[in-house]
């Protein structure tokens, strides 16, 4: 029987979308494949699964209840709710960092767009969820293009989290938009265990093995 089975799992996937006007917005490349293995596959192992997705263009996983949103006040609303009763948060998503301090709520006429973006951060999903976890299990992702060891590792004593998933995105091949990956997941005892290079579902196969052996 798998360590999962009967546990309640909440899963973040896809990029988020914040929007200047109705047709403009900041996000970027996430596909959200990687955050729909992992639903996929803790679905397999018996848990039951709750997939928070930004927008993409993927069907729905296999077994898994699913919520979509487009920003990441959306996502950390419904997160906030949903996290009251898991038991393991894994928090794939590309949140966008920033949002543009106003929203339009007219296309604007691109003669009349101001040449300087205000912006605003974004919520920070996983260190709020974090911070209240009581003895939930919480894994966060870093995308890193340089350093990724040790930011990734900076960004887990920081944010309070059980096990980060280190993802260098400027690797040719794996990462954004990519259907493989290559990754090391990191504790903080300080081991770093390497996946891949390997198709995403086998990655996710991995990851959740190092969740269920430490959790």
Known sequence: MSGLEGLRVLVTAGPTREHLDPVRFLSNPSSGRMGYALAEEAAARGARVMLVSGPTALEDPAGVAIERVTSAEEMLAVCRRRFETCDILVAVAAVADFRPLRRHREKRKKGSMERTLELEPTPDIVATLA???????VV???????????????????????????????????????????????????????LGPAAKREIAAGIWDEIERRR
């Open 131 to 137: 911070a209240g976890k009581g003895d939930r299990f």
């Open 140 to 194: 966060g992702f870093a995308a890193e293009t340089n350093d990724l060891l040790a930011s990734a590792a900076a960004k887990m004593e920081r944010k309070r989290l059980d096990l980060i998933v280190a993802n260098d995105v400027g690797e040719p091949g794996v990462g954004f938009g990519s259907t493989a990956n290559r990754v090391v997941v990191l504790a903080p005892d300080g081991a770093a265990l390497e």
